[in-house]
């Protein structure tokens, strides 16, 4: 061999021996999961792809909205593609990212896009290549700034996805126009059912120092099209109507209007008594209408685009119009009708249940509230909760969805997760939406999906709106646990488009939060989309819900006592030596009447009655015949243990990705997998042995039960495709 053939067969080697050393060497440096889903790592494949396209940004308009899609992008640029992409308002006829609207950019303009960005309306957005002068470009164009942020984040997501832009021909707009998070947050800086730490809101500080953190807040919320938060409590302090608190309400309101997101409050029904001194809240006094007007004046003069009130009034002792011997309807139109003049709107709760309306708190909100259809003002909603009861891991829709013919709802959902493992157990409710939303409701025939109603193409709701509970506090990773986070992310993404599968969602998530590659995400996604059905089997299959004490974590079905049977948990099962199950076919309290037919007649009948909602529907005895050929009892026995063994299943996949994910997040998730899985354990026992008393019948676990052998399997076959 010649000698420069060997002196380079050496360098070669040499050369591949410090490469290896290196990434065998090289750490996955530690992430806190404080950047969310917008972390911007380094392109992979197609980072030549971007550079190419994107050699100038021109952001034109003079707004703080655009010097915010400025910011982002450039920044985006510096992570992902390692070159710090500097924005300009000038073109100068180059590969370019153009952004903005046809007013404030010319040559958004002279694409003549009008017709097309007037249908996509103002938080909508074009995404699209195309040419300027013979000149390739990629265009962000929307009528409105705000859907040139939303487009900005849109096409970010492409690049944190790892999808080609040399085709980009994306028209968006979002399916409700009210995406909204509700926090649940008191002035003291506690959370109710918060699980990441405390408030956000710093109130003692504000409205002076203004914490960084509201804008990054906000700029999360944005990068999925949440246009508003309902900042404090539905059980709210009525000190939040104050000056004091609305000065400091008004600065959060200045930080978030470029991000789009607009503040809206709860309001305590009894305020102008606890404020106004008057000596009712009784909402036919003129002098309480009159008080709310000027309350909501004062409001509009500090908030110009507040977005108006949340009420939960004669719920769990709040007060409301009750107390006074008005309908609910009266209540809420009094509030809209101060906040009309302002174009606010009201959200009226649906989430009450007293007892004097029906003994079973299932049927309670139904009746109440399809009484008022049609009595409710244009801006004014009923805003209800995903199902009948009150955020159980799995509940069949409420009927309200359809049953509101002339009265638009909103969708509740909840983020935190209260009844789902809190912040401890891994529980992707992606699934659990979909499955909410895609049910079909039948008003008006086939195809009148909950979607449906809520987007308004059932009846033609003049507004229309989902909102969820929201999880983000204080924790440095915001949401506990960082697969929380994807419940935030999920919300935002369907309020967005509820079309939008549970898959593609936790896709988009697991790439932009953990990792690009195609093993990992597909185990990252696999795991996300079996986490609620694992969590329902290991705590309340086949129709089962409540089966907790007043923790609302720990499975307590014997708790029997409490201030309302309707907070205990055998009220829900009502287990006894002949069954378990509530009754609420046509034979029992009728409850399945609520919905339309043919839905009413699925669920009355044993026959057609999907199983997941079995004891919801039904009352059965401990050996009736399930479709498999099991009695009920050995299918319950074979739910709990498969859902401890797929809860052990989530682990293992976790493990396998040791030294794919940066390790202080996989010890994070690690450390609460593990609570998990003895958790999970927890409930199967304590649960079967509580029903066992009733059944008299031996506890098996399940022939087809996975074995911890098969698991291992699994877990062999994830560290396979992920290459360790
Ligand atoms: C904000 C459930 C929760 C309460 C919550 C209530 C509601 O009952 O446990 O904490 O109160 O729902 O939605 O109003």
Redesign the pocket.
């Known amino acids: 061999m010649k000698k420069s053939a060997l002196l380079l067969s050496a360098f070669i080697a040499a050369g591949l021996l410090f490469l290896c050393c290196k990434s065998a060497d090289t750490p996955i440096p530690d992430e806190d999961g404080h950047r969310l889903w917008l972390r911007y790592a380094p392109a992979g494949k197609l980072a030549d792809q971007y550079r190419n396209a994107i050699q100038r940004i021109v952001v034109t308009g003079d707004s703080d909205t655009s010097r915010i899609i400025g910011r982002e992008l450039a920044s985006a640029m510096d992570t992902m593609l390692g070159s710090p992409g500097s924005v300009d308002t000038a073109w100068q006829k180059k590969p370019a990212l153009i952004v903005g609207t046809p007013s404030t950019s010319d040559l958004i303009h002279n694409l003549n896009w009008d017709a097309e960005l007037a249908e996509a309306g103002p938080e909508g957005f074009i995404i699209r290549s195309t040419s300027i002068e013979n000149h390739p470009v990629t265009v962000i164009a929307s009528s409105g700034e705000i859907g040139a942020l939303y487009g900005t984040f849109h096409f970010l997501r492409l690049l944190q996805t790892g999808q080609p832009i040399r085709d980009l021909s994306v028209t968006e707009r979002p399916r409700v126009q009210f995406r909204l998070l509700n926090h649940?947050d008191n002035l003291d800086g506690s959370i109710?059912?918060g699980y990441a730490g405390r408030s956000l809101w710093q109130w003692g500080e504000l409205p002076g120092k203004r914490d960084p953190r509201y804008t990054d807040y906000a700029r999360v919320n944005a990068s999925v099209g949440i246009n508003g938060a309902v900042i404090n409590?539905?059980?709210a302090d009525v000190r939040i109507l104050t000056e004091e608190y609305l000065l400091k309400v008004a600065a959060l309101a200045d930080l978030w209007r470029p991000y789009g997101l607009r503040v809206y409050l709860s309001a305590k029904f009894s305020a102008p008594v606890q404020l106004g001194g008057l000596q009712t809240a009784d909402p036919l006094e003129p002098e309480v209408a009159d008080w709310w007007k000027a309350k909501a004046a004062e409001i509009y003069r500090l908030i110009p685009d507040f977005g108006g009130f949340l009420v939960?009034a004669n719920?769990?002792g709040q007060p409301g119009p009750k107390d006074y011997g008005r309908t609910h309807a009266e209540g809420a139109n009094m509030l809209a009708d101060a906040l009309a003049p302002h174009g606010g709107i009201v959200m009226w709760r649906a989430?009450v249940y007293d007892q004097d309306v029906d003994p079973d708190r299932v049927k309670r909100a139904y009746i109440e509230f399809t009484k008022l259809d049609g009595r409710f003002r244009r801006n004014a909603v009923v805003q209800v909760k995903n199902g009948p009861i009150?955020f159980q891991p799995r509940e069949p829709f409420h009927p309200l969805f359809g049953g509101m013919k002339q009265t638009p709802v909103f969708a509740e959902l909840q983020a935190t997760q209260?009844y789902l493992g809190q912040a401890k157990h891994l529980v992707y409710h992606g699934t659990m939406w979909k499955e909410f939303l895609d049910s079909d409701t039948y008003a008006k025939g086939a195809g009148s999906t909950v979607g449906g109603v809520l987007d308004g193409t059932v009846y033609p709701y003049p507004v229309t709106g989902i909102v969820s509970v929201a999880n983000p506090g204080t924790d440095t990773n915001w949401c506990g646990h960082h697969f929380s986070q994807a419940n935030w992310y999920a919300f935002g993404r369907l309020a967005w488009n509820h079309r939008l599968s549970a898959g593609q969602i936790a896709e988009e998530w697991a790439r932009m939060t953990f990792t690009n590659d195609d093993g990992t995400v597909d185990a990252i996604r696999d795991m996300m989309l079996s986490s609620w059905e694992t969590f329902v089997s290991y705590t309340m299959p086949l129709g089962l819900h409540h089966l907790i004490g007043t923790d609302?974590y720990a499975p307590m079905p014997e708790n029997d006592r409490a201030r309302r049977s309707d907070w205990t948990a055998f009220y829900y099962h009502r287990a006894a030596a002949d069954g378990i199950g509530v009754d609420r076919t046509r034979k029992g309290n009728k409850a399945v009447e609520q919905y339309f037919p043919p839905v009413c007649d699925r669920f009355d009948s044993l026959e057609t009655c999907p199983e997941k909602f079995l004891l919801w529907f039904h009352r059965c005895a401990w050996n009736y015949r399930m479709k498999s050929g099991l009695t009920l009892w050995q299918e319950l026995c074979g739910k709990y243990y498969a859902g401890a063994e797929q809860a052990a299943d989530l682990q293992a996949k976790w493990q396998s990705l040791a030294g794919i994910i940066d390790p202080r997040r996989h010890k994070e998730v690690a450390d609460r997998l593990e609570i998990q899985v003895e958790d999970a354990v927890k409930w199967r026992d304590h649960i079967l042995k509580y029903f066992q008393q009733y059944s008299q019948m031996p506890i098996e676990p399940p022939k087809q039960a996975i074995t911890y052998g098969h698991r291992r399997l699994y877990a062999n076959r994830y560290k396979t495709r992920a290459g360790i």
């Open positions: 649940w109710e059912r409590n539905v059980n939960k719920s769990e989430f009150d209260e609302h």
